[in-house]
C-alpha cells in the first residue's frame, strides 16, 4: 500500500450502487483506507454498514456538518453526541465546522455546534475534522480559543494561503487536507502547497465531490488518490512515493489508533 484517504462521503447516496466497486478501484490504485466523515444523522446508518463490511478499510468518524446546522441542530448534536458514548470506536469528530458559502442563516449556530463538538474532541481525545469554506479566519479563530496540547485535527480542502497554512502550522498537532483543487488550473493551491513542508499534508478527495483533474464536473472516487499526490508532487519537485510515503504516516500519526487497523496500510 501507499496511500491513505482522508476524507471520503463513501456512504453518500452517490455511491449506494458500486461503493463495493469503488473500494476494488481504489485499492487496485494501491489506496489503502478511506476515512469516512460523517454529515448528519441520515447518514450514519450507511457509513456504519461500510465500516462493518471493511473494518480495515472504512473507519468512521463521527460529528454534524455545518450545512446540517438547521433548527434541529440540538436535536442533531444530541444524537451525535449518543454514538459517540456508544461502544463505536471512531476515528475523529467530523465533519464540522464553518460554511459561510451557501448560507449565513443559521451563522451563530454553526459556531455554536463548532464549539460543541471540539470540546468533545477534547474529551475524547480524537481529532477534529474542520470544514472551512469561506470561513477560515472564524474557524481559526474558534480553534486558537480552544485549542488544548490534547487538540488536533485536520483543516479538510485546504485552499488558504500560505499566511494561512502558516497559521495552521502555529496550531501544533493540526494537518492541511489537499484534494482535487490541487489540479484545477488557476485555482493557485498548487503553488502554496509548494511552499508548505510535506510534513503537515494529508491526502484527501472529499469524493463523491471535487474530482482532480482531468475528472472534474464528474463523480470524485478515492481512486484519483494519486493524482492530487503526483500534482503535489510536480509542485514541490519531489517523488509521487515521497509524497506517499509522508503523507501516509501523517494520517498514521493524526488517526493515531487506526495506524495499523489496516494489513494494507504497512
Ligand atoms: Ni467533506
Given at each position: 500500500?501507499?496511500?491513505?484517504?482522508?476524507?471520503?462521503?463513501?456512504?453518500?447516496?452517490?455511491?449506494?450502487?458500486?461503493?463495493?466497486?469503488?473500494?476494488?478501484?481504489?485499492?487496485a490504485?494501491?489506496?489503502?483506507?478511506f476515512?469516512?466523515?460523517?454529515?448528519?444523522?441520515?447518514?450514519?446508518?450507511?457509513?456504519?454498514?461500510?465500516?462493518?463490511?471493511?473494518?480495515?478499510?472504512?473507519?468512521?468518524?463521527?460529528?454534524?456538518?455545518?450545512?446540517s446546522?438547521?433548527e434541529?441542530?440540538?436535536?442533531?448534536?444530541?444524537?451525535?453526541e449518543?454514538?459517540?458514548?456508544?461502544?463505536?470506536?471512531?476515528?475523529g469528530?467530523?465533519?464540522?465546522?464553518?460554511?459561510?458559502?451557501?448560507?449565513?442563516?443559521?451563522?451563530k449556530?454553526?459556531?455554536?455546534?463548532?464549539?460543541?463538538q471540539?470540546?468533545?474532541?477534547?474529551?475524547?481525545?480524537?481529532?477534529v475534522?474542520?470544514?472551512?469554506?469561506?470561513?477560515?479566519?472564524?474557524?481559526?479563530?474558534?480553534?486558537?480559543?480552544?485549542?488544548?496540547?490534547?487538540?488536533?485535527?485536520?483543516?479538510?480542502?485546504?485552499?488558504?494561503?500560505?499566511?494561512?497554512?502558516?497559521?495552521?502550522?502555529?496550531?501544533?498537532?493540526?494537518y492541511?487536507?489537499?484534494?482535487?483543487?490541487?489540479?484545477?488550473?488557476?485555482?493557485?493551491v498548487?503553488?502554496?502547497?509548494?511552499?508548505i513542508?510535506?510534513?503537515?499534508?494529508?491526502?484527501?478527495?472529499?469524493?463523491?465531490y471535487?474530482a482532480?483533474?482531468?475528472h472534474?464536473?464528474?463523480?470524485?472516487e478515492?481512486?484519483?488518490?494519486?493524482?492530487?499526490?503526483?500534482?503535489?508532487?510536480?509542485?514541490?519537485?519531489?517523488?509521487?512515493?515521497?509524497?506517499?510515503?509522508?503523507?501516509?504516516?501523517?494520517?498514521?500519526?493524526?488517526?493515531?489508533?487506526?495506524?495499523?487497523a489496516?494489513?494494507?496500510?504497512s
Amino acid at each position: 500500500m501507499k496511500f491513505i484517504d482522508t476524507h471520503t462521503h463513501l456512504f453518500s447516496t452517490q455511491f449506494l450502487d458500486d461503493a463495493e466497486a469503488v473500494i476494488e478501484r481504489a485499492l487496485a490504485q494501491e489506496v489503502g483506507q478511506f476515512y469516512l466523515p460523517n454529515v448528519d444523522k441520515n447518514s450514519i446508518e450507511r457509513m456504519y454498514y461500510l465500516a462493518d463490511k471493511y473494518p480495515n478499510q472504512c473507519i468512521p468518524m463521527i460529528g454534524l456538518h455545518p450545512c446540517s446546522v438547521k433548527e434541529d441542530y440540538k436535536e442533531q448534536l444530541a444524537i451525535i453526541e449518543k454514538e459517540l458514548e456508544g461502544e463505536r470506536i471512531f476515528a475523529g469528530i467530523g465533519e464540522m465546522g464553518l460554511d459561510y458559502h451557501w448560507d449565513l442563516t443559521f451563522k451563530k449556530e454553526q459556531l455554536d455546534a463548532l464549539r460543541i463538538q471540539i470540546e468533545w474532541a477534547k474529551k475524547y481525545e480524537i481529532p477534529v475534522i474542520l470544514h472551512t469554506r469561506e470561513s477560515f479566519d472564524d474557524t481559526f479563530s474558534v480553534i486558537s480559543e480552544l485549542n488544548h496540547e490534547r487538540l488536533t485535527g485536520v483543516f479538510h480542502c485546504f485552499t488558504g494561503s500560505l499566511e494561512d497554512a502558516e497559521k495552521v502550522m502555529s496550531l501544533g498537532g493540526f494537518y492541511m487536507g489537499i484534494g482535487g483543487v490541487v489540479t484545477f488550473k488557476n485555482a493557485g493551491v498548487d503553488k502554496t502547497v509548494a511552499q508548505i513542508p510535506l510534513e503537515h499534508l494529508v491526502l484527501e478527495t472529499d469524493s463523491p465531490y471535487l474530482a482532480p483533474t482531468p475528472h472534474r464536473g464528474s463523480r470524485n472516487e478515492s481512486m484519483h488518490i494519486p493524482l492530487i499526490a503526483q500534482k503535489i508532487a510536480d509542485a514541490k519537485g519531489i517523488s509521487l512515493d515521497e509524497v506517499a510515503k509522508v503523507t501516509t504516516q501523517n494520517a498514521r500519526q493524526l488517526f493515531k489508533s487506526f495506524a495499523n487497523a489496516s494489513k494494507i496500510v504497512s
